[in-house]
């Protein structure tokens, strides 16, 4: 056999074997477009556009109620911390209500669309939205035994600020130095977590004073209680209390003087630490009470 006849032959076999998958490739794309069509069945086209609108106009309200609380609270601080948590409710309300609405007027509900839900949700918990449903879980676990609430100032993992919003993922917190930090609800399930106040709009704080060995205790010791009295962040209802006990600093002795108050207000907190701590330097340096006497090392 020649080159030619070979090549002829060659051209036949392929020819063949083109008619031959025609049909398995027809088949294939027939099944395609038969998928895209069912599922293009199963959505309400114009069900979408009322979801859009849904969607623009709950963003519009949760921004709205957002301003809305925060406007109030800065005028009525004693009505802050109710606020902050009917705020907190009403936004996790109003995303599931919301998330319900536009998936009811987007898809028509069959055994189709619950099918393809169903196996959506497996394998997307089973695997990439596996940390997103730990943090919703943890978010729900989170508003039924409730660590802390909206408004609280709370210490995590080092961080130390006021919780402004508990979401359906995570948690935010305003630090003092005013950075929002994002925290994953399921990180709260294994940390411990430090509320100052617990809901309450007043909270403790703790000042520490030194002085020497051998001055006016007692004196020193009225003196910081005069000071936490008078402030004008103070929250008098509740005692001022000074601990006294002696401490060993980088090998030296000194007597610590603990003034534990409570502030107003949270928002307040620092104010009133500098305004009781300026007030005492004050009075110590009025009546010759010094800080602990540093001894010098030999060479």
Not at 82 to 88: A, F, I, N, P, R
Not at 95 to 108: Q, T
Not at 137 to 162: K, S
Not at 198 to 217: H, K, R, S, T
Request: aromatic fraction near 12%; hydrophobic fraction near 50%.
């Amino acid at each position: 056999m020649n080159t030619l006849s070979r090549f002829k032959s060659f051209r036949w076999a392929a020819l063949l074997l083109l008619v031959l998958a025609r049909p398995v490739w027809a088949a294939d794309d027939l099944a395609n477009l038969e998928d895209f069509q069912q599922f293009a069945s199963l959505i309400r086209w114009s069900g979408v556009f009322f979801s859009m609108l849904i969607i623009a106009a709950t963003w519009l309200l949760l921004k709205f109620m957002t301003s809305l609380v925060d406007a109030i609270g800065s005028q009525f601080a004693q009505y802050r911390m109710v606020l902050h948590k009917c705020h907190s409710f009403l936004q996790f309300f109003i995303y599931m209500s919301a998330g319900i609405v536009v998936f009811m007027l987007s898809f028509r509900i069959n055994d189709h669309i619950l099918a393809l839900i169903g196996g959506t949700l497996a394998v997307s918990v089973g695997f990439a939205l596996k940390d997103l449903a730990a943090s919703f879980i943890a978010g729900m676990t989170v508003m039924i035994d409730r660590p802390f609430q909206v408004g609280d100032r709370v210490t995590f993992e080092g961080n130390y600020g006021d919780i402004i919003a508990i979401g359906l993922r995570s948690v935010r917190m305003r630090t003092l130095t005013d950075d929002i930090i994002t925290i994953p609800n399921n990180k709260f399930l294994n940390e411990v977590t430090i509320s100052g106040n617990y809901g309450a709009l007043d909270m403790q704080v703790v000042i520490p004073f030194y002085v020497g060995m051998d001055e006016n205790i007692e004196l020193a010791r009225n003196l910081i209680q005069e000071a936490a009295s008078s402030s004008r962040y103070i929250h008098l209802p509740k005692p001022v209390t000074v601990l006294v006990k002696q401490t060993i600093t980088d090998n030296y002795l000194a007597v610590q003087l603990t003034c534990k108050a409570y502030v107003v207000d949270t928002a307040y907190e620092k104010l009133f630490e500098t305004d009781i701590t300026l007030r005492v330097m004050k009075e110590f340096k009025k009546h010759d009470i010094k800080p602990p006497k540093i001894a010098v090392q030999a060479q």
